[in-house]
């Protein structure tokens, strides 16, 4: 396991997430997506399909929900929390209903009962309804497809230069090699590991596959709202 401590610790840095994800693991296709699942709701950190994250868990109701996850199908949604949370944050306070289900890929339970993880991205979903019967919060979800015809993809391949442009606002003075990032997963790093406004973030989890994410990114890259 200590293995496993080091390598959360290396991919503290975002460009280092981003370049794992994207060329050192593939992403996971194959995985069925239960049609519940637990769900785990923060201010920002947002999960991006093929993306990968490292999660370090505290709060007992995630702990909780952590081990469940590892005696199951390892599988989890991020969500993110709608502007107010803080007065009920203890409970079960407001969401946005949009999120991303990943796989829990590495973990290490520490002796005081934390967890250090990472998630690696599988999907987004809409959550349909809710279920409050556990000490975390479990969600009905309707997975959401990431279409990308042929058509999208050449599109999509026209903008790779502008896209890898934006490196250098994640990775400064770093010259990554990143011939083997496909371009939708060079796009969904980007949108998961740029600096922005959150709710920037969560619209571009909203766009209906990786071309549409793509131009929502290099617009909000003109009106000046990425930063380093």
């Known amino acids: ?14 460009w280092f997430c981003l370049l794992s994800a994207a060329t050192g693991q593939t992403p996971q296709t194959n995985i069925t997506i239960p049609e519940s699942i637990p769900i785990f709701p923060l201010q920002d950190i947002m999960l ?3 993306a990968s994250r490292p999660l370090h868990i505290f709060e007992p109701r995630y702990r909780d ?3 469940d996850a590892i005696e ?4 989890i949604g991020m969500v993110m929390l709608r502007p107010g949370h803080e ?3 203890n409970g079960n306070p407001p969401i946005y209903d949009i999120g991303c289900a990943g796989i829990i890929s590495n973990v290490e339970r520490l002796p005081d009962g934390r967890y250090n993880v990472i998630v690696q991205g599988l999907s987004r979903f809409r959550i349909t309804r809710e279920d409050q ?6 969600a009905s979800i309707e997975v959401l497809n990431e279409p990308l015809s042929n058509a999208d993809r ?4 026209g903008q790779r230069p502008l896209l890898l442009e934006l490196l250098s606002f994640v990775a400064p003075g770093q010259k990554p090699t990143v011939d083997d990032m496909s371009d939708d997963m060079l796009v969904n790093g980007l949108a998961q590991f740029l600096g922005m406004n959150p709710t920037d973030r969560l619209d571009l989890l909203r766009q209906e ?17 990425l930063s380093r």
């Open 154 to 157: 050449t599109t999509l391949r």
């Open 87 to 89: 007065d009920n944050y």
């Open 1 to 14: 396991m200590k293995a496993i401590t080091k390598y959360i610790t290396l991919i503290g840095t975002a």
């Open 133 to 138: 019967s556990r000490t975390y919060r479990m």
């Open 65 to 67: 929900m952590i081990a």
């Open 72 to 75: 199951g199908d390892r599988i």
């Open 209 to 225: 596959g990786p071309l549409a994410r793509s131009d929502a990114l290099l617009s909000l890259l003109d009106q000046g709202a």
């Open 48 to 50: 991006f399909p093929g």
